[in-house]
């Protein structure tokens, strides 16, 4: 009956985890183990096999998560693109890959709404109104303040002294910097440049992207 036990379990184990590559043969047998343990345990009184059982599975939680952590930092060093791999390895732990048919209920304005049109229609209102009512916010908190530059205004508004904050202004060499680290490609962002376009003009525009990147510091406005 063990050996039945002990074969299912490790079925179990290959076809639950058969896409987790940080599985080991080690961490296969440690948990064909920890089931036969819990197997003999539950059938058990003897207080000293619960107990032992109870560690090994702490033992194993450790082992798991050191085997995880290895894995996926070998995975992001590795990879031509860190954000994403990052952003995929976040979705397979939290679950976030499988889709969910189930009706979505969204909170607006004190109302639980589950009509997607009226959800996406909120959501495209928000975004398209969001940096108008923080710019104006900005602004009105300028006013009020009487307040032009943001170093200023930590300086007034902050309880803790901060002397030594210093905003040190970007360059035309950091900015050619930055620019080659980009990868070349096609795609372009809401401005209708292509990243090769900017790559090739290098040259001509360090210039005029470091006078809008220091003025866009020194006044704490994003130029449209």
């Known amino acids: 009956m063990r050996i039945f036990n002990s074969s299912f379990s490790l079925q179990k184990i290959y076809s639950t985890h058969n896409n987790k590559h940080w599985i080991t043969t080690g961490i296969t047998t440690s948990c064909q183990h920890k089931r036969e343990l819990c197997l003999i345990s539950r059938d058990s009184n003897y207080s000293k096999l619960n107990v032992h059982y109870k560690s090994y599975c702490l033992i194993l939680s ?12 070998s995975k992001v060093s ?21 889709t969910n048919k189930g009706t979505k209920l969204v909170n607006i304005d004190g109302k639980l709404i589950n009509n997607q049109q009226s959800i996406a229609n909120t959501f495209n209102n928000y975004f398209l109104t969001v940096a108008d009512k923080i710019t104006s916010n900005i602004k009105n908190y300028k006013t009020s303040s ?12 902050s309880k803790l002294p901060c002397s030594n904050m210093k905003l040190k202004y970007t360059t035309p060499k950091e900015i050619e910097k930055i620019i080659k680290s980009l990868k070349s490609k096609n795609s372009h962002a809401c401005d209708g440049i292509p990243m090769k376009i900017l790559k090739v003009s290098t040259p001509f525009v360090t210039s005029p992207l470091t006078y809008i990147c220091n003025n866009s510091l020194s006044t704490g406005i994003v130029p449209s």
């Not at 450790?62 to 930092?73: C, E, F, G, P, S």
């Not at 791999?85 to 939290?94: G, S």
């Open 62 to 73: 450790k082992v798991i998560k050191v085997a995880k952590q290895v894995y996926y930092n």
């Open 78 to 98: 590795k990879s031509n693109n860190k954000i994403k791999t990052t952003r995929d390895i976040i979705k397979v732990e939290t679950c976030k890959n499988h």
């Open 146 to 157: 009487n307040c032009n530059n943001p170093i200023q205004c930590l300086h007034k508004n």
